[in-house]
């Protein structure tokens, strides 16, 4: 039987950091990772359009063996 985690953080890097310590904790990946757009910010000046703000969620499962029950 396998246990699974889905692991998120805000950045590539904060996800590579937390996927490290997983995989020498005895986890490994199960297919490739995810990026959702969490939240999106249209900036105005007055009724102007100046810009937009995204801010990202990237997430990846792990997976691991248990043996016994």
């Given at each position: 039987m396998a246990n699974y985690k889905i692991l998120e953080a805000a950045s590539?890097?904060?996800?590579?950091?937390?996927?490290?310590e997983h995989i020498e904790e005895g986890w490994e990946p199960v297919?490739?990772?995810?990026v959702v757009i969490e939240h999106?910010?249209?900036?105005?000046?007055?009724?102007?359009?100046?810009?937009s703000v995204y801010t990202h969620l990237y997430?990846?499962?792990?997976?691991t063996e248990t043996h016994g029950k």
């Open positions: 590539v890097a904060g996800l590579n950091v937390r996927l490290q297919g490739s990772h995810q999106m910010q249209n900036r105005f000046a007055g009724n102007q359009h100046k810009d997430s990846i499962t792990v997976k």
